[in-house]
């Protein structure tokens, strides 16, 4: 016998029982989609942290507010989520302002509103799929546990049939169940480290939207007056 063709990791995956073999096909699809994720993911935010460090240069360089907001209508596709939550506030301050007999105080509150929906809205788009990464790692070690304990019980319900239990025929049993373990690990350990750091991502772009949109109402506040 050749020990080391025998335990080698295509030999045990394709010899291991129906169960072990179901395990490792969806651990396998599951790190493959958590991967298409990360990759994904990682486009997202950098693009969303790069859009909105332009937008605010741009505001914050003392532009007059209504050609931020003419460019932002102007060029949908191509704005950030700042900018969008700019455009949703100032859209809504203007409606309110040219109303009669409007408190200013509500004016404010309802650009603020507007700016609230849209932030959620943005912020909801940001965080897609962020979930799936979270099950994947919670989730991915536990399934390839199952696989290994339910081929360690193959392998040794299959030592009933043989008149010595060696190494020899038991190694190969759980050499096959361990691989489902593995390839669980190997799907949750990403898809952790992802999620913390997508996350960590995500809540410092949150917060930058809801600095702004508190610095923004207090600008129009003044423009009130």
């Known amino acids: 016998m050749n020990v080391s063709q025998d335990l080698s990791i295509l030999h045990l995956i394709l010899n291991a029982s129906a169960v072990v073999q179901a395990v490792m096909t969806i651990l396998a699809g599951v790190s493959f989609m958590s991967w298409y994720y990360i990759f994904r993911k990682w486009f ?3 693009e969303a942290k790069a859009q909105t460090e332009q937008f605010e240069r741009d505001f914050w360089s003392g532009g007059d507010l209504n050609s931020l907001y003419q460019s932002a209508v102007n060029n949908r596709h191509g704005t950030g989520s700042m900018e969008r939550i700019f455009e949703a506030g100032f859209r809504e301050f203007a409606k309110l ?3 009669k007999n409007l408190d200013p105080k509500d004016v ?12 959620q809205r943005e912020v909801d788009n940001i965080d897609a799929h962020l979930a799936f990464l979270a099950s994947v790692g919670s989730v991915s070690p536990y399934v390839g546990l199952f696989g290994t304990v339910w081929g360690i019980m193959h392998s040794f319900r299959g030592l009933s049939n043989v008149g010595q239990a060696t190494l020899s025929a038991v190694a190969p ?8 373990t593995a390839i669980g690990l190997f799907a ?11 996350s960590h991502e995500i809540d ?9 949109m508190e610095e923004f109402s207090n600008i129009l506040q003044r423009h009130m007056r």
Do not use: C, H, K
């Open 44 to 46: 997202t935010v950098r």
């Open 97 to 99: 302002r040219s109303q």
């Open 108 to 119: 404010i509150d309802g650009s603020r509103r507007a700016m609230r929906a849209t932030y």
């Open 173 to 180: 049993g759980i050499a096959e169940a361990l691989v489902a």
């Open 188 to 198: 949750a350990i990403p898809a952790v480290v992802a999620y913390n750091r997508f």
């Open 204 to 212: 410092r772009l949150s917060t930058r939207f809801e600095s702004f």
